[in-house]
């Protein structure tokens, strides 16, 4: 009997939908229109458009309207080519802009006040819980850069205050973003604040100390740099909560919450499916130890594998880890059982968008067994029957992982299982044993929408190989002369 075990035809090309990009076009219309409105109320309002002649006003704004588009063209070619995972969802996009945008406008303004108590830092401090580094950084750069041109039409010491806007920012930007780890405690996160703005205030010494005609405003910019560096620090505390809401973006805050046993679902799951929950965190102790190893979020791995099998919940005992005797499917036929099985993935998924669980956590439900055979049921159904048997109709339905935690999360879940079944787990069994999982995977092209490489795939795998003696330690069997000796010990 031939049986295919070709890749199956579901694989889907894994690149954001061509409607994200004109979306994203919209957002940076919309920021493009708020920016420059506030630019022109400011040029004709604060600064003095009576003073300049229509002409020069109109010259000024034609300036700025195309060096505000220019900067966020090249912005919006940073995210579309360099970053356009961030366009399958585009909240997180919509939430850079959004803090982009309120920064900016929220500058034009403070300038008139005292160019030097510009938020220099701010569009950094915030936009770190949400994206990478880079994108903190290069949000912050383009937001002082964008700030300090509406600074042209101001009179005094034009240059000393567009440039020390740009370094300062470029400074206190590296500073936060690049100066601290980037799981923070919440204490950690207020030192980072604080560092980040005492840099600009130090900045402005050394600018003292460069263009020394500037010394007659001293005490009146140092008060105003040192209110905007404190504005700036509790801004930033207040704000990043309300973004997070407000976008339903994942912090390593959040994520700690959603891992939380008393979060609805998990403790649904500790009540409802504790051999499913036990499952569950094994994962996720395999999966933090795999990103940790590859550079990618550990607490963005424990959360995934937290919610990656909630969908059992619909189903619990008909899940083996579920089981204390009785097995349901023994009375049911193997289709039926692999359609029971197949659905957790899909249950998991609405599961957690109902609970309103972050959707990339959500989709990890959905990708984590991606197009792979239920091979029991695919062999029982092979047992019952001497007509072929479509391997095809035993398979997941989901997508196959698109993120490199969606792939660890693939890896450690078999991984638990068959290490667990093991008699006498050894590094070198274990390994041999990933290796041909890993290998299998590749070969049904589990990660061909996956951005994963094979050094990183080697990386999870030794950084299986090594935790898996702590986490999976046998207990001394005590006999009763032993329990009665280690009772007096
Ligand atoms: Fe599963
Ligand atoms: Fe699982």
Known sequence: MEVSTDKPNKIKINRPPKSAYFLLVGIFAISYAVIYIAIILRVHFLSGGSENT?????????????????????????????????????KVPAA???????????????????????????????LLPYTKRRDAFAFNVFACLISSFTLIDNKTNMFAVVSFTIISGALSGAISVYAFPSSLTRMMSVLRAFVTVVSAV??????????????????????YIGVSAAAQMLLAIFIEPII??????????????????????????????????????????FAEICASAIGENPFFARACAYYHDVGKLNNAMYFTENQAGYNP?????????????????????????????????????????????ITYFYNKAKSLTDSEVDMNEYRYHGDTPRGKIAAIIMICDSAEAAIRAMDNPDGERVD?????????????GQFDNCAITVQELNAVRAAIVGAYGGLFHKRIKYDNAARKDSAHV
Do not use: W
């Not at 850079?96 to 220099?120: D, G, H, R, S």
């Not at 249950?347 to 984590?368: F, K, Q, S, T, W």
């Not at 290796?435 to 070969?443: G, S």
């Open 432 to 444: 041999k044993l990933l290796k041909n999982m890993i290998d299998e995977r590749l070969r049904l």
């Open 96 to 126: 850079l802009m959004t803090v982009f945008t309120i920064v900016i406008t929220a500058n034009i303004f403070v300038a008139y006040l005292n160019p030097y108590a510009m938020l220099v830092s701010l569009t950094a401090l915030l």
């Open 329 to 373: 499917h023994d009375e049911l036929l193997p289709e039926v059982s692999a359609e029971i099985i197949r659905q957790h993935t899909e249950d998991g998924y609405a599961l957690c968008m109902e609970n309103r669980i972050p959707e990339e956590i959500a989709r990890v439900a959905i990708e984590h067994h991606g197009t792979l055979p």
């Open 244 to 285: 997070e809401s407000a976008f339903n973006i994942t912090t390593d805050f959040k994520l700690v919450e959603l891992t939380n046993h008393k979060a609805p679902l998990i403790h649904r799951l500790i009540v409802e499916a504790p051999g499913t929950f036990n499952h569950s965190l094994a994962v996720a102790n």
């Open 54 to 90: 229509a002409m020069s006003e109109t010259a000024a704004n034609l300036i700025f309207a195309f060096a505000l588009l220019m900067l966020l063209v090249a912005l919006y070619l940073y995210i579309a080519f360099s970053r356009n995972e961030l366009l399958f969802t585009l």
């Open 202 to 223: 130090a900045m402005y010494a050394v600018f003292l100390s460069v263009y020394s005609f500037d010394v007659r405003p001293l005490q009146e910019n140092f008060l």
